[in-house]
């Protein structure tokens, strides 16, 4: 069973500050996903990473994937209040394996 | 397009009770599931449909039921619910470029 692990799972970090959310998981994948969450809602899709070396962005969230080392990681530039919510990550292997998933609180 | 949709967005049930929670997309997806999520533990796969008349479990697949009669229709069923069945349930459906989307889900509890 392929395993996903996510850190930090919770991040409390200042307006203005970078910061990366890391998606580990244990065996071969080359689709990786982040979502979002925020309280009471639903997971809205924010990126989905196809192959090794991929790198997407938007806004000021940028996703990237390591196939090799098994790693995505979800970077976090200049961050505002509105970036407050959970953020988890997907693992494809036949059927969806996902992270715990990251809580962030952005501080003004 | 009305996307995902999930039906009840409550629900109470009482022990030993059974009901089915309705989920239908109009995008024409193959690919459906039904997650459920629980704090601390991130969405957990129930069941999962590669088409019509196709099912297969997922990780957390006992005390539920599903079936794929049509593309558009993919119910769960609790056969006999159970306190640790309370949670919220996803139903979600992936698009043929590889993307997921998810309904509104259904916040059951079960007394």
């Known amino acids: 069973e392929l395993k996903v692990e996510q850190n930090p799972l919770f991040l409390s970090m200042q307006e203005g500050k970078n910061y990366t959310i890391y998606c580990n998981y244990s065996?071969?994948?080359?689709?990786l996903y982040w979502y979002r969450q925020d309280p009471g809602k639903s997971l809205e899709s924010l990126f989905v990473?196809?192959?090794?070396?991929a790198v997407k962005q938007e806004g000021r969230l940028m996703a990237s994937l390591d196939t090799k080392a098994r790693l995505s990681t979800l970077h976090i530039t200049a961050a505002v209040h509105d970036l407050s919510a959970t953020y988890f990550c997907?693992?494809?292997?036949?059927?969806?394996?996902f992270g715990t998933g990251t809580s962030l609180t952005v501080i003004p | 397009n009305a996307g995902v949709t999930q039906t009840p967005k409550f629900q109470v049930l009482k022990t030993g009770q059974s009901m089915t929670l309705q989920c239908a997309q109009d995008m024409n997806h193959e690919y459906m599931s039904w997650y459920r999520q629980d704090p601390g533990m991130g969405l957990r796969l129930i069941h999962y449909s590669v088409g019509a008349g196709i099912t297969d479990q997922g990780e957390v697949p006992n005390g539920y039921n599903v079936s794929r009669s049509t593309t558009e229709d993919f119910p769960l069923r609790l056969l006999s619910a159970a306190p640790s069945q309370t949670s919220v349930y996803f139903c979600?459906?992936?698009?043929?470029?590889?993307?997921?989307?998810f309904g509104p889900g259904t916040r059951l509890t079960v007394l």
């Open positions: 979600a459906s992936l698009t043929t470029g590889a993307e997921q989307f």
């Open positions: 065996t071969t994948s080359d689709r």
């Open positions: 990473l196809l192959s090794n070396g």
């Open positions: 997907a693992v494809w292997g036949n059927q969806f394996y």
